[in-house]
């Protein structure tokens, strides 16, 4: 059996919030073997965007990213945000190299078509898009690649892609030579069976139970599109997909998503 890689995606309120941000990445620490994170941005950038004048566009919580947005986007996710998680890692003992997609041609992008809404510099992930080569040298060299949501499209423009869609992306390709568990890290200790007991955690779904739990509409609407990725990263070779509260990676209280 190959090795086990283990990739986790990081956002929201933990990267808002540094003391809980050094204590997940003291508990990353903690786990052995080989690991990327893959981390989004925050609130953080729509702050500095406010302080700088500039008000923050999404739509359907995707963000609109002009010129002068995707400057600013830039600047928090490929350095503030990147570095402070690297320097953080590299406290506990984590030799970490933080990365956007441009550095050694690793992840390169397509710059999303205008349909309904036009995106601005918002890239999207085609087959193909992974320097797998280069990502396996890190590993090897026991090195832990930190991937922001900056990518490139290879034809000197940078481009905002969407935290998510980098880690499951990852996962898929490194699938070809790494047992890959696919880790989206939150406030919530796991899928929940009722929305408001938080103690409702559902400790594994197969896409039979997925079937059944979305038909019955046991599962919040929120949480649909992460787990319709998460299965797709399944089916595309993942080995499981692991959803669970940031500050309790070591813990056992978790949703794994596997195969029936």
Do not use: W
């Not at 890239?123 to 490139?152: K, M, R, W, Y």
């Not at 990725?229 to 993942?238: I, K, M, S």
Request: a negative charge.
């Amino acid at each position: 059996m190959s090795e086990v890689l283990k990739i986790f995606k990081i956002g929201g309120g933990i990267i808002d919030d540094t003391a809980q941000l050094s204590f997940f990445l003291s508990e990353l620490a903690r786990v052995g073997g080989k690991k990327i994170v893959v981390h989004g941005g925050g609130k953080g950038a729509n702050e500095l965007l406010t302080t700088l004048g500039m008000l923050p566009n999404m739509v359907n919580g995707r963000r609109i990213t002009d010129a002068a947005t995707l400057d600013v986007v830039t600047m928090f996710y490929a350095g503030k945000t990147n570095k402070q998680i690297v320097a953080l890692l590299q406290q506990v003992g984590v030799n970490a190299l933080g990365l956007s997609g441009a550095d050694g041609n690793v992840i390169r992008a397509i710059k999303r078509p205008v349909g309904e809404i036009d995106y601005g510099f918002v890239g999207d992930l085609p087959e193909q898009s992974i320097n797998t080569e280069l990502i396996q040298l890190l590993l090897e060299g026991n090195l832990t690649p930190v991937f922001c949501a900056i990518t490139h499209d290879g034809h000197g423009q940078l481009l905002n892609t969407n935290a998510d869609t980098i880690a499951s992306t990852l996962a898929r390709a490194l699938a070809h030579f790494y047992q890959v568990e696919l880790h989206f890290c939150f406030e919530k200790d796991g899928v929940l069976a009722d929305v408001n007991d938080e103690s409702s955690v559902i400790p594994q779904i197969t896409p039979s139970l997925y079937t059944d739990l979305k038909a019955s509409g046991a599962i919040a609407a929120g949480m649909l599109p992460k787990l319709e990725n998460a299965f797709a990263a399944l089916e595309a070779g993942v080995a499981k997909v692991i959803i669970e509260n940031a500050l309790k990676i070591n813990k056992p209280v978790k949703t794994i998503l596997c195969r029936d």
